[in-house]
């Protein structure tokens, strides 16, 4: 059964970085694609960025593009978003998501989910 793991949130001044990782387990992992999603308070979960299983295809939300870069190490399994130049509107939860196509991320549908970690950013 696939699980997946976030690690790398805290807190960081606006226009710092941080880099936030998703740590797969399980016989599937490695062909699912993955994407990460943030919630703020008292606002709905949204997409942030994706990668497809084999990393060499990427999709980001226009509000993050030229600042976050997700990545993929297949070899270990994570899935890590860069996150530079960081506004008090990124403070979050962040959420990895992983399910066998874009199609099953995006809709949420036969997904696995982390338990999200914070992102605060101090402005």
């Known amino acids: 059964q696939v699980q997946v793991h976030e690690s790398g949130g805290g807190l960081v001044q606006a226009g710092g970085s941080l880099r936030l990782s998703c740590q797969g387990s399980?016989?599937?992992?490695?062909?699912?694609?993955v994407g990460w999603f943030r919630q703020a308070p008292m606002k709905e979960r949204e997409f942030v960025a994706f990668?497809?299983?084999?990393?060499?295809?990427?999709l980001y939300a226009n509000t993050v593009k030229g600042r976050f870069t997700i990545s993929r190490d297949t070899a270990k399994n994570t899935v890590d978003l860069q996150m530079n130049n960081l506004k008090s509107e990124d403070t979050a939860v962040y959420y990895c998501?992983?399910?066998?196509?874009?199609?099953?991320?995006?809709?949420?549908?036969?997904?696995?989910w982390g338990q999200g970690t914070q992102v605060t950013v101090s402005s």
């Open positions: 990668t497809n299983w084999a990393g060499n295809d990427e």
């Open positions: 998501c992983a399910g066998p196509s874009f199609a099953a991320v995006s809709g949420g549908t036969n997904v696995v």
């Open positions: 399980g016989h599937s992992f490695s062909s699912y694609a």
